[in-house]
Each structure stands twice: as C-alpha cells, then as structure tokens.
C-alpha cells in the first residue's frame, strides 16, 4: 500500500477499505488508542494528546504511520507502525505498537486484515519483516498473532525505561 493508493476487499459479506492515515486522522487515531487501552484496562496510561499524534505522525518527521479501516466510510479499525531495522539480519522492517478493531467490525477478519496490510506496506518498501509485542496477559491476542504467523521470542525479553526512570538514564 503506498500513500497514494488504497485497497478494498471483501471480507463476511462487508466491503472494508484500508488507507493509509493523514494528518486529519489524528483524533481518530487518538480515539482508537484510547479504546485499545480501556479495553487493556490501561486507560489511565494513555496520556497521549491529539496534537502529539499530529505532530509526531504528520509533523516534519513523521516518527509513525497508521492504517485505517473502513466500513461502508465508518473507521472500524487502525493499526499504527514505525520503521525498524534487524542489525543481525541488516534488513529494516515495522514494528507494531497498536492495532485496534471495533467491537462492531469483530468477525471481519479486520486485525489479520490489517497486518496484511502493514506487511504489503513494509514488503512493497522492500523490508523484511514485522514485529511486534503483546501484554502477557493478552492470552486472546498472543493466540491471534500466532495464528497469523507470528512467532513468539522466547530469547528476548523487552525492557522499557520511561518517566523517571528515563529521566535518570538521560542524567536529569
């Protein structure tokens, strides 16, 4: 998928159409997020603004990009990436930080639809791969990612330093 085309396909007897976002999609990003994290029982962590994902998703240097799903013209769906790149394998890739699906667009098949989406993206860039990570205790979303080919690493483990604790590693 590039920024100048879109895909439709026909998915449950529904026609979905998937594009990627443009900076007037800000707020439906923040919005989907928003659901994803309710959803995760996270809502609280969620402190990210729409002028954030104005900026750093169609500001100067875009730091992410997004693909929307829509039904009949109704966002139903999103998944947001970023470029990264395999040092081991010298091949750049996306990583997958969120992907949401409306509870109404459930049975659409739309999350498997979406990582399609994301690989043709990345495939069509000419990287190599898609990675991502789940909470450990989303037993339902680690069963759909494996079912659609992802394998789970068990030789790595993701640290995170955030908040004061960046603070301290930046020598704040």
Same mark, same amino acid.
Request: charged share 20%.
């Given at each position: 998928?590039?920024?100048?085309?879109?895909?439709?396909?026909?998915?449950?007897?529904?026609?979905?159409?998937? &594009?990627?976002?443009? &900076?007037?999609?800000?707020?439906?990003?923040?919005?989907?997020?928003?659901?994803?994290?309710?959803?995760?029982?996270?809502?609280?962590?969620?402190?990210?603004?729409?002028?954030?994902?104005? !900026?750093?998703?169609? %500001?100067?240097?875009?730091?992410?990009?997004?693909? !929307?799903?829509?039904?009949?013209?109704?966002?139903?769906?999103?998944?947001?990436?970023?470029?990264?790149?395999?040092?081991?394998?010298?091949?750049?890739?996306?990583?997958?930080?969120?992907?949401?699906?409306?509870?109404?667009?459930?049975?659409?098949?739309?999350? &498997? #639809? #979406?990582?399609?989406?994301?690989?043709?993206? %990345?495939?069509?860039?000419?990287?190599?791969?898609? &990675?991502?990570?789940?909470?450990?205790?989303?037993?339902?979303?680690?069963?759909?990612?494996?079912?659609?080919? #992802?394998?789970?690493?068990?030789?790595?483990? #993701?640290?995170?330093?955030?908040?004061?604790?960046?603070?301290?590693?930046?020598?704040?």
């Amino acid at each position: 998928m590039t920024s100048s085309s879109d895909t439709t396909c026909d998915t449950n007897g529904a026609s979905v159409s998937f &594009r990627l976002a443009k &900076r007037e999609d800000a707020a439906l990003i923040h919005q989907m997020v928003a659901k994803l994290a309710n959803y995760l029982d996270e809502a609280g962590k969620h402190t990210a603004s729409v002028a954030d994902y104005e !900026i750093h998703g169609f %500001g100067d240097r875009p730091r992410f990009e997004a693909i !929307i799903a829509e039904v009949a013209g109704d966002a139903v769906g999103m998944c947001l990436f970023f470029d990264s790149f395999s040092t081991w394998a010298g091949k750049p890739g996306l990583y997958v930080q969120d992907l949401y699906v409306s509870p109404k667009a459930r049975g659409l098949k739309l999350g &498997r #639809l #979406l990582l399609e989406q994301v690989a043709q993206h %990345g495939l069509a860039k000419g990287y190599a791969y898609v &990675r991502l990570s789940v909470d450990a205790n989303n037993v339902n979303a680690q069963g759909f990612y494996e079912a659609c080919g #992802l394998e789970w690493s068990d030789t790595e483990r #993701l640290y995170v330093a955030r908040g004061d604790a960046f603070a301290v590693l930046a020598g704040n």
